[in-house]
């Protein structure tokens, strides 16, 4: 964990895997949390572009709207007067510095 930013949150999902040895075993997945702001339709295109170069889920919030950070069409059904929350769970450096051009401080 300190390799992580103070301003990043750590979600843990359980999966439930079988194996031969143990009926039931679990994998964590860390899920990071930045908060983002997108103020027009080349910055929302921007986003989805970096966001399908993940090999891993991304998921855009505003209150409990929730959309695949890699549809366009989602992401533009968002409120983008609002602060929006982006969830991954995974590592693209090219992602993460997009990310942090559209952060909010």
Request: aromatic letters at 12%; hydrophobic letters at 40%; proline letters at 1%.
């Amino acid at each position: 964990m300190s390799l992580l930013k103070e301003f990043d949150k750590i979600y843990i999902c359980w999966h439930n895997s079988q194996s031969k040895r143990k009926p039931y075993s679990y994998e964590v997945s860390k899920m990071r949390e930045k908060k983002i702001r997108l103020a027009a339709a080349e910055d929302v295109r921007e986003f989805v572009r970096a966001a399908e170069g993940c090999d891993f889920d991304v998921d855009i919030s505003y209150n409990r709207f929730i959309v695949d950070a890699k549809s366009i069409l989602g992401v533009l059904s968002m409120d983008l007067n609002r602060v929006l929350t982006v969830k991954y769970g995974g590592q693209n450096r090219e992602f993460e510095n997009l990310l942090q051009k559209f952060a909010i401080a």
